[in-house]
């Protein structure tokens, strides 16, 4: 079910504009972070304590951020988390460059910065469906966008900037990290307020997170659409533990060639999310996602048995192509379809499960290369990527994709003018 070709509307831009801005400065941040880490200490322990504070905000407290932002206006949320964020890295420059900064501090920003990206990423995940009406073909577009640019702001333009800022000194990448955020909160300040969510009868913040989990739970599209990244990141963090080991013993590639297999991987990411729209139309949303699941399942067995780096950069492009579309289809639907009062909590739930599935990932990368060899990994990984098209292709099909959008479409109002017209999505 889609829409007609309409415009964007004005505020979008700001939003667009908005997110990419704050996705260079997480790229710049994704880069310098680690680096900045490694000057204070070399022990692997306290390396990962930094690494794993910017996880934690999610498996602690995402259902929870999601009941609150259900219960706040969603762009004061957006504009004061970023307001927050960029007078919080005040803190950690300051102490750069005074020469007093600690892998402790390190820690504690990095969690407080993630802490922030929650409260923001699920503020705006719930505000453009009512920006836009919960049009689906709008969504998709606004999506398509807008993880386009955050793939080549975070992935391409980012992390080669912190590595470049760092060298002119410690303080400079987290300076320019604060002013990415407080551009942002500056453009959304400026965005048009949409009407905010009725609020609930007086229940506690417990029991509504409870419910926004159980929504999730309970309905089988929405259950299948979370599926989907849980598994996945199993499967791709898996990946990603040895992917570099990987890379240097089997394929023989240095850091430089490493690094290519990494920009092959973000350049097929960026023609997934532009054609997402058009496979959407062409097949139906349903029946998009499960052939994009089964893309990154055969790139992933290609990567596994590639012979050279040409043969892998080429899966990893067409792995990342699928994720790409992937993650424009899955999101823009659940925007359309759940009500505006759970969305922050839907959001925030199919998030933290996708979070709390990667340590398992990880491990399990780690355990099979050490127990069996190095594509053993990568044969497991491809595996469960297929296994999960298999059992969630009928939870996510195009017929009940079509049911879900039909039942969320609002009444026709008195303007025919208004009214949306609807295209049956192909079975």
Known sequence: M??????????????WTAQTVSSLGDGVMHAALPLLAVTLTRDPMALAVVTAAGTLPWLLFGVLGGALVDRWDRRRTMWVTDAARAVLLAVPAAAAALDVLSIPLLAASAFLLALGGLFFDTAA??????????????????????????????????????????????SVPLLADAVSFALSALLVRSLPAVPRPAASARESL???????????FKDRLLLGLALRPAVGNVAFVAVETI???????RLGVGAFGFGLLLTAEAAGGLLGAGIAAFLGRRLGTGTALTCTATIEGLAILGLASAPNAYAAGLALAVCGAGMGATMVLGPSLRQAIVPAHLMGRVAS???????????FGAFLGGWLATTYDLRTPLYAAAGLLLAMTVVTATMTGNHRVEAALRNARPPAGPDPAEEVAVQAIPR
Do not use: I, W
């Not at 889609?2 to 939003?15: D, H, I, M, Q, S």
């Not at 992917?243 to 013993?249: G, K, M």
């Not at 739930?349 to 340590?359: D, E, G, H, K, V």
């Open 2 to 15: 889609t829409t007609n070709p309409a415009k964007l509307p004005a505020g979008f831009g700001r939003l």
């Open 125 to 170: 995940t719930a505000y453009l469906p009512d920006l836009l009406r919960r049009d689906p073909a709008l969504l998709q577009r606004a999506n398509a966008r807008l993880r386009g640019a955050q793939t080549a702001a975070s992935g391409f333009a980012g992390p080669p900037a912190g590595s470049a800022l760092l060298a002119l000194g410690r």
């Open 206 to 216: 417990l029991r509504q997170a409870r419910a926004g989990a159980s929504y999730v």
């Open 243 to 249: 992917l570099a080991l990987f890379a240097h013993e």
């Open 349 to 359: 739930t199919s998030r933290m499960l996708a979070m709390c599935a990667a340590p």
